[in-house]
């Protein structure tokens, strides 16, 4: 487990969010890795939250301690994954205050507790392999899954700078002019190849995942459980109704 290496410039310019925008919902979603029952996976998505959404993005509802869920001892917490000032009880919070974030920056970074549960995990897969350079925004950072997103790419750095390119064309039902995309271009390399970008990205969701509900393994196990007792139950319930009424005709 990597020491922890956010900076607070990366904090700053996470927190530039001066206006929503439109989340695009005829993009195709890409299928995110099914990884929720790798540990390392989950682990190294740990890794990459601490290091790199939470300087701006709280998770209120998960406590550092829960990691050791995941398999990664208090010791390992407390030295890789907490501030000086951070206890292994308290909750994933961040210094910037609600109230202070809204008046810096016109809107507080959402926190992202049960964020896999409210945009589900082939979207936030697909966005988070979706961000291109654009000079145009305040943050220099645009993104094909959610236009003109006031987020900056905290990964670039994974994955490089990429350019998206576009063509002009004719829409073939209405007639009308279009911006379309055809791809990305790599304009410089990151420290991850691109199929270790995307392992990374599937890491990362993959725990965001599991943060939104870490009892869910539990709850499945639970439930088969629960339901072969009621088919028991329900068994002995209709051979005792049976035995009631078998005189009455």
Known sequence: M????????????????????????????????DNGE?????????QLFVNYCLNCHSANLMRYSRLQDLGI??????????FTTDKVGNTMSIAMRPDDAKAWFGVTPPDLSVEARSRGRDWLYTYLRSFYRDDTRPT????????????????????????????????????????????????????????????????LVAYLGWMSEPEQKTRRQLGVWVMLFLGVLSFFAWRLNAAYWKDIK
């Not at 020491?3 to 439109?22: E, M, S, Y």
């Not at 790798?38 to 740990?46: D, F, K, V």
């Not at 001892?73 to 907490?82: D, G, T």
């Open 2 to 33: 990597g020491a922890r290496f956010g900076v607070a410039a990366l904090a700053l310019v996470c927190a530039l969010t001066v206006a929503p925008a439109q989340a695009q919902e005829n993009i195709p979603l890409d299928r995110a890795p």
């Open 38 to 46: 790798n540990l390392a996976s989950l682990q190294h998505g740990a």
């Open 73 to 82: 001892a208090q010791k390992q917490i407390e030295q890789n994954l907490l």
């Open 140 to 203: 220099g950072w645009n993104n094909r899954v959610f236009d003109n997103v006031s987020m900056p790419h905290v990964l670039w750095q994974l994955q490089g700078i990429r350019t998206a390119k576009f063509e002009d064309a004719v829409d073939e039902e209405t007639g009308q002019k279009v911006h379309r995309f055809t791809g990305f271009q790599q304009v410089t390399p990151g420290t991850l190849s691109p199929v270790d970008y995307d392992a990374a990205v599937a890491d």
